[in-house]
């Protein structure tokens, strides 16, 4: 009895297992499809022809301090919405995230847009013409996860 029992607990528990990893590999490659090229460290971005697709994203699983990603070039005076997520990385030890995310010109010239708590945020910023990079800064004591966004608005 104590025996069946156990074996239907395991089944079900592998079973539960597959489907949390299928549903990861699904997320996963759906991330992937949106990824940009990268070709001589420098993102190339081809920009969709839907608006609603993202044209560079940089997703961070963990963020301690900060954290730069590779660049992206506009080719004309363009309007782009940011869109940050950030969250505690492990839910046992909630943080209460205060971070920042810098829009970065070669030049030294940034955009940045803040963003406190375990929050999703919104904000629009005229780039001009040029090559950028983003800037992740976490200014908490614990590190935290941050998905960063960029789309044509």
Known sequence: MLKSTFKKFLLCGLAVSALTIGTQAAFASDIKQNQTSLKQGQSQVQVEKQSQDAFFWFHLSRLDRI?????????????VKVVGFTGSVNPSYPVFPDSKVYIVNPNGKSLSMSIVGNQYKEEVFELEPGTYYLECVNYGSRPIFMNVNLYKN
């Open 67 to 79: 954290a730069s990603s590779g660049t992206f070039t506009i080719e004309s005076k363009t309007s």
